[in-house]
């Protein structure tokens, strides 16, 4: 009835009135009911007849409306107005507008109005067709038992949803080469554009600027030689990239695999951007005081970008590069072509390190007020923003935020002023100074105190002209380990130098190139024989020569012969041209039926060591960073003396090196019996995150999350079966979560089965690819429950639950639990390994395509089981 009386305003009424007659002739279910005044209320008893009347004056023809004209003026009062107001009215069908004409109306009959309301009809009888209108009541009693047991089908549901569609295939080889194909047309057709764009600056700014007629008079404060600021070496840039680079990249479109080189052929020449990107800030600064004149000669070359937006052209073509470069080696290593893959990675890791020398330059050139020459000052080897304050003083430390420069000789302490936006820079006004030769370092440490991570240290002159300068200065804790051994392996090399200070002194640059040089030393003999006497020989007594004459003198500062040490000869043995450095040591008795060897490691010549990540039942890892590029790797040292086979780290680092996955963690090279006989070194890209059970937990559990996780897994595992690899020790430990949330699957060496994870063919047999499968399910289960499904009283019946596969669901640990989640578990759990499901299968599971839930991981749960683990790992159960 609210509805009838929402649509039948009285405006309608008036408007049915005339036509009554001729209407309940065409439409029979029409009852028509007089009111009390002289007019008349029509209605219907259903909405479609009702809108039949509204319809039905639409067509009438001109003659019966007006015969109805005169009977409509004769029952209306005499104060009553014409209807002149009718055709418009008729018009607008919008229900929006039914209450306007309701109130008029209203106000025009005043109360007849409410007449007329009263003189309604009866109300209609109420639709009670349960497929128009379900009971309320029973939808929710049946949604609440569907809930609680999905297999029984509700009597009353909506249409059925279609199902959803297959998941997309992978993505084919061929394909894959395709999109690579138009990736390296974008790379070719970009160069031939960045090339004609400096050729407006080589061949346009610069050839006017030097033409003898001068066409634009230049200003005399920018000739001297800083005309030549404003370009800096982009002519030979332009000359490179116009002569060699642009062919041999037009090249790459008939042969791609020869692209997978190119930048590492051509490393020295693209570090004419870190060059280029040194002057940069000294040319824009140049460019900003001359801005008319450079106007000027844009308008009498008719070029469309100003000055500044072609000299920054160079800097976002490196830019360039690695993102292209990226999607390059993306494509290719979906279509499986591993070496080519590698070779593409070596020209990205040559782009990182070009782009980092060349911010750290812009950097650097922004620096103002130093007084030396800041090309005089070596290598940078770090800055960054330190909290410092002048003195010695560390109690209650506040310090200031200064911007630290650490060349190889000198550091320089500077404040920044300004914010870096999208168009400006900060600069870096210079405080202060430090020689390196005259600098002492303290580190503060307290003994009530574990952590020293908020500890700042003392940078202090020893030079006598400047007494006083020191600076307490204190980084960002997971930057304290960085700086400390940066200063000391620099502090280090002065001290090596200053014993061979009465060289010459043209070598000095040769010496401070390598901060490595003498910061470790050599260990001691692992056994000796005794001998009744001491014996010395003079003649043994050589120095190594490292680097000729210069290092020929060099002696470390450890490593001194000492007066009497009982039954050892120590002497520094010859060394050819070739050596690259090593520096040896051989000691033996004076009988010679023992005898001990040292020279200094080559793992430790390329990698520096850091601070330890993890401890395995074979191994330790350790954070650490290669000293050429700066690239943080992780070294794996495996003690091949409690290995089942000294194969193992061999056969792992093959793995990892064939391997071409961003689920799992690469292998870079292998250090084989280093740094002892005894031990082998992986080194191995660095995965900073957490393992996957602690990284669930920060993020609360959200199902999201989850699905996310683990189909990163079964990708990771799709891998491995293609390339017929078995992992065979997945667990939590293993599985690490990025904080980007990318999956990294780690170790891949030997190991002894991790009961809780283990397949029960894997305990009893050999380990398969559904081995991992099982892992995996087991993860799972743990992650939607926060409790092992198999682990019992004591190993034996934990044993036996899993080979029975004797499990279950109980409902205090898997309420709300999504139902298709579940039955991914049991398909992992399955006893028979080849009715396991395999990776392909549980990608065309619906639980990762359909909406999330309310539910979520139980957090509470899955940190005890953290908890339990470490603690059994400390123990060694």
Same mark, same amino acid.
């Given at each position: 009835?609210?509805?009838?009386?929402?649509?039948?305003?009285?405006?309608?009424?008036?408007?049915?009135?005339?036509?009554?007659?001729?209407?309940?002739?065409?439409?029979?279910?029409?009852?028509?009911?007089?009111?009390?005044?002289?007019?008349?209320?029509?209605?219907?008893?259903?909405?479609?007849?009702?809108?039949?009347?509204?319809?039905?004056?639409?067509?009438?023809?001109?003659?019966?409306?007006?015969?109805?004209?005169?009977?409509?003026?004769?029952?209306?009062?005499?104060?009553?107005?014409?209807?002149?107001?009718?055709?418009?009215?008729?018009?607008?069908?919008?229900?929006?507008?039914?209450?306007?004409?309701?109130?008029?109306?209203?106000?025009?009959?005043?109360?007849?109005?409410?007449?007329?309301?009263?003189?309604?009809?009866?109300?209609?009888?109420?639709?009670?067709?349960?497929?128009?209108?379900?009971?309320?009541?029973?939808?929710?009693?049946?949604?609440?038992?569907?809930?609680?047991?999905?297999?029984?089908?509700?009597?009353?549901?909506?249409?059925?949803?279609?199902?959803?569609?297959?998941?997309?295939?992978?993505?084919?080889?061929?394909?894959?080469?395709?999109?690579?194909?138009?990736?390296?047309?974008?790379?070719?057709?970009?160069?031939?554009?960045?090339?004609?764009?400096?050729?407006?600056?080589?061949?346009?700014?610069?050839?006017?600027?030097?033409?003898?007629?001068?066409?634009?008079?230049?200003?005399?404060?920018?000739?001297?030689?800083?005309?030549?600021?404003?370009?800096?070496?982009?002519?030979?840039?332009?000359?490179?990239?116009?002569?060699?680079?642009?062919?041999?990249?037009?090249?790459?479109?008939?042969?791609?695999?020869?692209?997978?080189?190119?930048?590492?052929?051509?490393?020295?020449?693209?570090?004419?951007?870190?060059?280029?990107?040194?002057?940069?800030?000294?040319?824009?600064?140049?460019?900003?005081?001359?801005?008319?004149?450079?106007?000027?000669?844009?308008?009498?070359?008719?070029?469309?970008?100003?000055?500044?937006?072609?000299?920054?052209?160079?800097?976002?073509?490196?830019?360039?590069?690695?993102?292209?470069?990226?999607?390059?080696?993306?494509?290719?290593?979906?279509?499986?072509?591993?070496?080519?893959?590698?070779?593409?990675?070596?020209?990205?890791?040559?782009?990182?390190?070009?782009?980092?020398?060349?911010?750290?330059?812009?950097?650097?050139?922004? %620096?103002?007020?130093?007084?030396?020459? &800041?090309?005089? +000052?070596? !290598? @940078?080897?770090?800055?960054? /923003?330190?909290?410092?304050? $002048?003195?010695?003083?560390?109690?209650?430390?506040?310090?200031?935020?200064?911007?630290?420069?650490?060349?190889?000789?000198?550091?320089?302490?500077?404040?920044?002023?300004?914010?870096?936006?999208?168009?400006?820079?900060?600069?870096?006004?210079?405080?202060?100074?430090?020689?390196?030769?005259?600098?002492?370092?303290?580190?503060?440490?307290?003994?009530?105190?574990?952590?020293?991570?908020?500890?700042?240290?003392?940078?202090?002159?020893?030079?006598?002209?400047?007494?006083?300068?020191?600076?307490?200065?204190?980084?960002?804790?997971?930057?304290?380990?960085?700086?400390?051994?940066?200063?000391?392996?620099?502090?280090?090399?002065?001290?090596?130098? %200053?014993?061979?200070?009465?060289?010459? &002194?043209?070598? +000095?640059? !040769? @010496?401070?190139?390598?901060? /490595?040089?003498?910061?470790? $030393?050599?260990?001691?003999?692992?056994?000796?024989?005794?001998?009744?006497?001491?014996?010395?020989?003079?003649?043994?007594?050589?120095?190594?020569?490292?680097?000729?004459?210069?290092?020929?003198?060099?002696?470390?500062?450890?490593?001194?012969?000492?007066?009497?040490?009982?039954?050892?000869?120590?002497?520094?043995?010859?060394?050819?041209?070739?050596?690259?450095?090593?520096?040896?040591?051989?000691?033996?008795?004076?009988?010679?039926?023992?005898?001990?060897?040292?020279?200094?490691?080559?793992?430790?010549?390329?990698?520096?060591?850091?601070?330890?990540?993890?401890?395995?039942?074979?191994?330790?890892?350790?954070?650490?960073?290669?000293?050429?590029?700066?690239?943080?790797?992780?070294?794996?040292?495996?003690?091949?003396?409690?290995?089942?086979?000294?194969?193992?780290?061999?056969? $792992?680092?093959?793995?990892?090196?064939?391997?071409?996955?961003?689920?799992?963690?690469?292998?870079?090279?292998?250090?084989?019996?280093?740094?002892?006989?005894?031990?082998?070194?992986?080194?191995?890209?660095?995965?900073?995150?957490?393992?996957?059970?602690?990284?669930?937990?920060?993020?609360?559990?959200?199902?999201?999350?989850?699905?996310?996780?683990?189909?990163?897994?079964?990708?990771?595992?799709?891998?491995?079966?293609?390339?017929?690899?078995?992992?065979?020790?997945?667990?939590?430990?293993?599985?690490?979560?990025?904080?980007?949330?990318?999956?990294?699957?780690?170790?891949?060496?030997?190991?002894?089965?991790?009961?809780?994870?283990?397949?029960?063919?894997?305990?009893?047999?050999?380990?398969?690819?559904?081995?991992?499968?099982?892992?995996?399910?087991?993860?799972?289960?743990?992650?939607?429950?926060?409790?092992?499904?198999?682990?019992?009283?004591?190993?034996?019946?934990?044993?036996?639950?899993?080979?029975?596969?004797?499990?279950?669901?109980?409902?205090?640990?898997?309420?709300?639990?999504?139902?298709?989640?579940?039955?991914?578990?049991?398909?992992?759990?399955?006893?028979?390994?080849?009715?396991?499901?395999?990776?392909?299968?549980?990608?065309?599971?619906?639980?990762?395509?359909?909406?999330?839930?309310?539910?979520?991981?139980?957090?509470?749960?899955?940190?005890?089981?953290?908890?339990?683990?470490?603690?059994?790992?400390?123990?060694?159960?």
């Amino acid at each position: 009835m609210n509805y009838l009386l929402n649509v039948i305003t009285p405006l309608h009424y008036s408007l049915l009135e005339a036509d009554w007659l001729h209407i309940s002739t065409l439409s029979a279910p029409m009852l028509i009911y007089p009111g009390p005044s002289d007019g008349g209320v029509v209605t219907t008893n259903s909405p479609v007849n009702k809108r039949r009347v509204f319809m039905g004056r639409k067509w009438l023809p001109p003659p019966l409306r007006k015969l109805s004209t005169p009977k409509v003026e004769k029952n209306q009062p005499a104060e009553r107005p014409p209807l002149k107001k009718t055709p418009s009215d008729k018009r607008f069908k919008s229900p929006t507008s039914e209450s306007k004409p309701a109130d008029d109306t209203g106000g025009q009959n005043g109360d007849e109005a409410d007449e007329e309301v009263l003189e309604l009809p009866p109300p209609m009888k109420p639709i009670s067709e349960p497929l128009l209108v379900p009971n309320t009541e029973d939808a929710q009693a049946q949604r609440e038992q569907h809930s609680e047991k999905t297999s029984q089908v509700t009597p009353v549901k909506s249409p059925p949803e279609p199902p959803p569609p297959p998941p997309p295939p992978l993505e084919s080889a061929e394909l894959s080469l395709q999109k690579r194909k138009y990736v390296i047309q974008e790379l070719i057709d970009t160069e031939r554009d960045y090339v004609r764009d400096l050729s407006l600056v080589v061949e346009g700014y610069m050839e006017l600027m030097r033409d003898p007629e001068r066409p634009v008079p230049m200003p005399d404060d920018l000739r001297g030689g800083r005309d030549k600021m404003v370009f800096g070496n982009i002519e030979a840039i332009y000359e490179w990239h116009r002569d060699s680079f642009l062919k041999a990249l037009e090249r790459c479109c008939e042969h791609p695999e020869e692209l997978g080189s190119l930048f590492k052929r051509y490393e020295r020449k693209l570090r004419m951007y870190v060059i280029y990107c040194q002057n940069k800030p000294k040319s824009e600064y140049i460019v900003s005081d001359f801005e008319n004149y450079f106007e000027d000669l844009r308008q009498k070359l008719g070029h469309k970008l100003q000055i500044c937006d072609l000299l920054i052209k160079p800097v976002q073509r490196v830019m360039k590069y690695q993102l292209l470069l990226n999607n390059i080696c993306k494509y290719t290593e979906r279509a499986g072509l591993t070496s080519e893959t590698d070779a593409l990675r070596q020209d990205i890791a040559v782009l990182q390190v070009v782009l980092k020398a060349a911010n750290d330059m812009m950097d650097v050139g922004r %620096l103002q007020g130093f007084d030396g020459k &800041i090309t005089a +000052q070596g !290598k @940078l080897l770090l800055h960054g /923003t330190l909290l410092c304050s $002048e003195g010695t003083s560390t109690a209650n430390f506040k310090g200031k935020e200064l911007v630290v420069f650490l060349f190889e000789q000198t550091i320089i302490f500077s404040e920044a002023v300004g914010k870096k936006t999208q168009f400006t820079n900060p600069v870096y006004i210079y405080k202060a100074h430090i020689q390196v030769n005259k600098m002492s370092l303290d580190e503060i440490t307290s003994r009530d105190k574990d952590d020293y991570s908020n500890e700042p240290f003392i940078i202090r002159s020893t030079d006598p002209k400047k007494p006083g300068t020191s600076y307490a200065c204190l980084p960002a804790p997971e930057l304290r380990s960085e700086w400390l051994s940066n200063l000391r392996n620099i502090l280090q090399t002065q001290r090596d130098f %200053l014993k061979a200070i009465q060289s010459p &002194i043209q070598y +000095q640059n !040769k @010496l401070t190139k390598d901060p /490595t040089f003498g910061s470790r $030393e050599p260990s001691p003999p692992l056994s000796h024989t005794d001998c009744p006497e001491v014996y010395v020989s003079q003649s043994h007594c050589k120095r190594q020569s490292l680097l000729g004459g210069f290092r020929a003198t060099l002696r470390r500062a450890r490593s001194e012969v000492p007066q009497r040490h009982a039954g050892h000869v120590r002497r520094w043995s010859d060394s050819s041209s070739s050596s690259s450095g090593d520096c040896g040591a051989a000691a033996e008795d004076k009988d010679g039926t023992k005898s001990w060897s040292w020279e200094e490691d080559p793992l430790y010549r390329r990698y520096q060591q850091l601070d330890l990540i993890g401890i395995g039942k074979y191994s330790e890892v350790y954070a650490g960073k290669d000293v050429v590029t700066g690239q943080e790797v992780a070294l794996k040292i495996i003690d091949k003396r409690r290995l089942p086979s000294e194969d193992g780290p061999k056969d $792992e680092y093959k793995k990892l090196s064939e391997l071409c996955h961003r689920n799992i963690v690469s292998g870079l090279t292998l250090f084989t019996e280093s740094p002892k006989e005894y031990l082998d070194t992986i080194v191995m890209t660095r995965v900073k995150g957490s393992q996957i059970l602690e990284h669930i937990c920060s993020v609360q559990g959200k199902e999201a999350k989850i699905k996310k996780l683990f189909l990163q897994l079964i990708y990771a595992l799709q891998y491995l079966l293609s390339q017929h690899v078995i992992h065979g020790d997945i667990k939590p430990e293993n599985v690490l979560v990025e904080s980007d949330g990318t999956v990294r699957l780690v170790d891949f060496g030997p190991s002894e089965p991790d009961q809780e994870f283990t397949a029960p063919e894997a305990l009893t047999a050999v380990t398969t690819h559904s081995s991992d499968m099982w892992s995996w399910g087991v993860l799972l289960y743990v992650t939607l429950s926060g409790v092992s499904p198999f682990l019992d009283d004591c190993p034996e019946e934990t044993f036996n639950n899993i080979c029975t596969a004797n499990y279950s669901f109980p409902p205090d640990y898997f309420s709300g639990v999504p139902e298709d989640a579940l039955f991914l578990v049991t398909s992992a759990l399955a006893p028979d390994p080849d009715q396991r499901a395999l990776p392909n299968s549980l990608l065309l599971s619906p639980w990762f395509k359909e909406n999330d839930s309310d539910w979520a991981a139980p957090v509470e749960r899955l940190l005890n089981f953290i908890e339990r683990r470490r603690k059994s790992t400390c123990c060694g159960l």
